[in-house]
């Protein structure tokens, strides 16, 4: 790709993407983003598939079966992922940072806001309706990319195999590489029935400084400085697999019980502020750097926590297409792409099982079904309305 097509490319419809689009996409998507990954991940599916028609929904679904397959927080390195796609090396970066930006802007503030005055501020009334619209959002995209994915009876078995597999407690990463290991040794089994070929090769992304990575970080010192502080998120970033609960876990370990440079309920906090702001869950390392050292101390521990999620698109991301090239390799990821929306329908099932809590949320739920699916409004403005919908039912009922 040369210079000129990395910075203007085109689209599966004859456009192009251009810098400037990704950055005010992402960025819009940064502020908005409410709900967690599978959330962000149908607010992208919503704006890159359906409205803009950057990808098709199997290039989509591609990008989201590879995403899985590396640590890191998913919905970002989705983000970096579509600009790579997109604008290649530019847009990579371009898009990342925009979408983590405006999450780490709002995180930063509320840990001034914390330090200043002890304790967060309110955020119950615009959760309460934000996350049944969010909701409605995770429902649209996983019917339109479920019908892309599930092309045959043998991957929606594997889907519902997959549900099952979740609700019961099975690690995600497991999930994953029993689909596609399932759907692959079919392919090969075909393969070799009808042409007598053999296993096709799968690429793997070179990921040796992985572990060179963990063995450097492990070795930081008890107290604190900001080279540790960036060592310990670097190392979090390098390996975290799964949900903010798994993120909580690994915070937890090092910095209360190891080190002591935060008590149970500053870390505690620091995941609340991830959770209930929009964008990645992982700024959570912002409020924590912030807390312990400051803006110096955020923008380390953002930095750190990151970086890897760049490291690993550049590196898988080019092998995307060419694992789908090779059929048997292409039907490994077929089985990790249904597996991947079988998780997001777990986590749905949670959230909304949170979420529902009375019949004026339900009714949010419904409304916002309707309005996505009969009027094709647009995600971003759905959850400004249903923030403002629930400030209001909360100042009427202090009236």
């Not at 983003?33 to 290039?59: C, K, N, Q, T, Y």
């Not at 429902?139 to 099952?164: D, E, F, M, Y």
């Not at 759907?183 to 690429?203: E, K």
């Not at 099982?353 to 949320?361: I, M, Q």
Request: net charge positive.
């Amino acid at each position: 790709m040369t210079e000129p097509e990395k910075a203007n490319t085109e689209t599966p419809d004859g456009r192009t993407t251009s810098i400037k689009q990704l950055a005010l996409l992402f960025f819009k998507l940064g502020v908005i983003s409410f709900g967690g990954p599978a959330a962000h991940i149908a607010m992208m599916e919503d704006e890159v598939v359906r409205r803009r028609r950057w990808l098709s929904r199997d290039e989509f679904l591609d990008l989201l079966g590879a995403t899985n397959l590396i640590p890191g927080p998913n919905s970002t390195e989705m983000a970096i992922h579509i600009g790579r796609q997109q604008a290649g090396w530019p847009g990579l970066l371009v898009a990342g940072s925009c979408f983590i930006l405006p999450a780490t802007l709002i995180v930063t503030a509320l840990a001034w806001a914390y330090v200043r005055y002890g304790s967060l501020p309110q955020t119950d009334a615009i959760l309460y309706g934000v996350k049944p619209a969010v909701i409605a959002i995770i429902l649209q995209a996983l019917w339109g990319l479920g019908r892309a994915a599930l092309k045959t009876k043998a991957l929606a078995l594997i889907s519902v195999a997959g549900i099952l597999l979740g609700f019961l407690g099975v690690h995600e990463l497991v999930i994953l590489f029993g689909a596609g290991g399932a759907i692959g040794f079919g392919s090969w089994v075909t393969n070799r029935m009808t042409r007598g070929g053999s296993f096709s090769h799968i690429p793997a992304a070179p990921l040796a400084l992985l572990s060179k990575t963990v063995a450097l970080t492990t070795q930081s010192a008890a107290s604190f400085g900001l080279w540790p502080l960036f060592l310990f998120f670097l190392k979090v970033g390098s390996v975290l697999f799964g949900s903010g609960y798994v993120l909580l876990a690994f915070l937890r370990a090092d910095l209360v019980e190891r080190w002591r440079w935060l008590t149970e309920s500053q870390l505690l906090d620091a995941i609340t502020a991830g959770q209930v702001t929009p964008g990645p869950v992982f700024t959570t390392a912002t409020f924590i750097g912030y807390i312990l050292g400051g803006t110096r101390g955020a923008l380390v521990a953002t930095v750190g926590i990151f970086i890897p999620a760049f490291f690993f698109v550049a590196v898988s991301g080019p092998l995307v297409s060419r694992i789908r090239r090779s059929a048997t390799a292409g039907a490994v990821l077929d089985g990790i792409n249904a597996a991947s929306l079988s998780l997001m329908a777990v986590v749905t099932w949670r959230l909304g099982w949170a979420a529902l809590v009375d019949l004026t949320t339900v009714a949010t739920l419904a409304v916002s079904l309707v309005l996505l699916i009969r009027f094709r409004i647009n995600s971003a403005w759905l959850v400004l309305a249903a923030a403002l919908f629930a400030f209001l039912v909360f100042a009427w009922n202090k009236i």
